[in-house]
């Protein structure tokens, strides 16, 4: 395989994993301003709350597919992992601590959230070693 074709396959998979999570992360954030209030009723917490995280996740959607659809700088997709990173370790915290008030239902979202945000920050960072 050639330089030129391996910097295409590598541009392709950045593409496809931060659009993957532009997607998801923005279809999460649209779902709780659309529907906080069912989402209170099922996870527990406060409309309110979930309106500020959706309102938040929406405007992060909009960077990471901007750098999906351009992925020009490594640095910038790895600030992207990082956050990620972050939004893990605060997912798992409120899983485990109960913190936004949060009842069972809502503690194994928090969780599952954990998960496939690491997943997808795992599988970005990979893509951006390959980059080397």
Do not use: C, K
Request: charged share 10%.
């Amino acid at each position: 395989m050639t330089a030129t074709q391996l910097d295409h396959t590598a541009t392709t998979a950045r593409r496809r994993w931060f659009g993957l999570d532009a997607l998801v992360t923005g279809a999460n954030g649209l779902a709780y301003l659309v529907a906080a209030g069912p989402l209170t009723d099922l996870l527990g917490g406060d409309a309110t709350t979930f309106r500020w995280i959706g309102a938040f996740l929406l405007a992060y959607a909009v960077a990471v597919g901007a750098y999906a659809a351009a992925p020009r700088s490594a640095a910038v997709g790895w600030v992207i992992v990082g956050a990620n990173a972050v939004w893990v370790v605060a997912s798992l915290e409120v899983a485990v601590t109960g913190a936004l008030d949060l009842d069972a239902v809502g503690r194994g979202w928090a969780a599952a959230q954990a998960l496939v945000v690491g997943a997808l920050a795992a599988i970005q960072a990979s893509v951006l070693r390959a980059r080397r």
